[in-house]
């Protein structure tokens, strides 16, 4: 049985399990990721999760009560050469539009020595994919993280920015009027693995030479390994995003807070022993530790980009 509207091979009695759909579609619903009459662009590089979710959006296009239009966009960032024939037939069975957009950010990445390649090159890849996104008349762009990606974040936000703080499942940015979508957050990455081995989707080995190397594969061994202690780690830290308790966070302070300048005017006009109290008090009353969408993490880019 071919998929209601648009693609040929969306079958619907054949997929795998059912039980992640359940969970993708919470996901949209909890942070309103798709609206009718939404154009959605998905951002596919190629690997198991992009590729993964482009067949979980076709699916929801096709079956479920959500009425969107898909559009797939793909990268050639000239890391080396790539065959995409396998993603066109790919989405030709989907029945999704596939745009390939060929730019030289390796080129770029190697010029600049001495910057963090993967910091440089997830600026790079969301400019071009945004680009991309708007030249297709896209509000929405789809990205493939899951709920692995967004404990790594957090742990690289932690361990070399000194922030807890994470992606979100759904930004607007307002510099561009997109909207981009993580409909996979409620997801680990074993299960797309799982659906993409399952159903012999093709996938793209990433030629990056610093594939594999990054300050993300330490996180991914460390969630790996937390996860085998504490099995149901992974589901704890996601019930911890979405149940952060305000009460017993700290006072924020931030260079160049409304606090911090309150406690430099305070220290400049007050002697010196009540300055510091006075101090204190200011950040307890203007400091922004009740917005919770601060507390839960808000975006700002991660401390590593994914490939
Ligand atoms: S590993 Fe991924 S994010 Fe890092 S430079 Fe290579 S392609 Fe870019």
Redesign the pocket.
């Given at each position: 049985m071919g998929s209601r509207r648009g693609g040929q091979n969306v079958n619907k009695t054949e997929h795998y399990g059912k039980w992640f759909l359940t969970r993708v579609k919470k996901a949209v619903g909890d942070y309103r990721m798709i609206e009718p009459g939404d154009r959605v662009a998905a951002g596919v590089s190629g690997g198991k999760d992009s590729t993964a979710l482009l067949y979980i959006l076709a699916y929801l296009r096709d079956y479920s009560h959500l009425r969107f239009e898909l559009e797939a966009v793909m990268l050639d960032?000239g890391?080396g050469e790539v065959d995409f024939e396998p993603h066109r037939e790919f989405c030709r069975r989907l029945g999704v539009p596939l745009h390939i957009h060929v730019r030289p950010v390796a080129g770029i990445?190697r010029d600049k020595e001495g910057m963090n390649?993967?910091k440089l090159?997830?600026k790079l890849r969301a400019g071009i994919l945004n680009q991309a996104a708007l030249s297709l008349g896209a509000n929405r762009v789809a990205l493939g993280h899951h709920l692995d990606d967004v404990i790594e974040t957090y742990l690289l936000n932690l361990i070399f920015t000194g922030q807890m703080k994470t992606f979100r499942p759904s930004t607007y940015l307002t510099n561009t009027g997109l909207t981009l979508i993580r409909p996979l957050v409620y997801l680990p990455e074993r299960v797309l693995s799982g659906l993409t081995a399952g159903k012999g989707f093709p996938v793209i080995e990433?030629p990056?030479p610093?594939?594999g190397r990054?300050k993300r594969d330490e996180m991914k061994a460390v969630v790996t390994e937390l996860a085998s202690r504490y099995p149901k780690f992974r589901e704890r830290f996601l019930s911890g995003l979405q149940n952060v308790d305000l009460e017993n966070l700290w006072e924020q302070r931030r260079p160049g807070s409304v606090a911090d300048a309150e406690e430099l005017r305070t220290r400049r006009s007050a002697p010196e022993p009540e300055a510091s109290g006075g101090a204190r008090r200011e950040r307890g009353q203007h400091g922004d530790a009740q917005d919770p969408r601060r507390a839960a993490g808000e975006p700002g880019g991660s401390a590593e980009?994914?490939?």
């Open positions: 960032l890391w990445i390649p993967c090159c997830g990433n990056c610093y594939n990054t980009g994914t490939s």
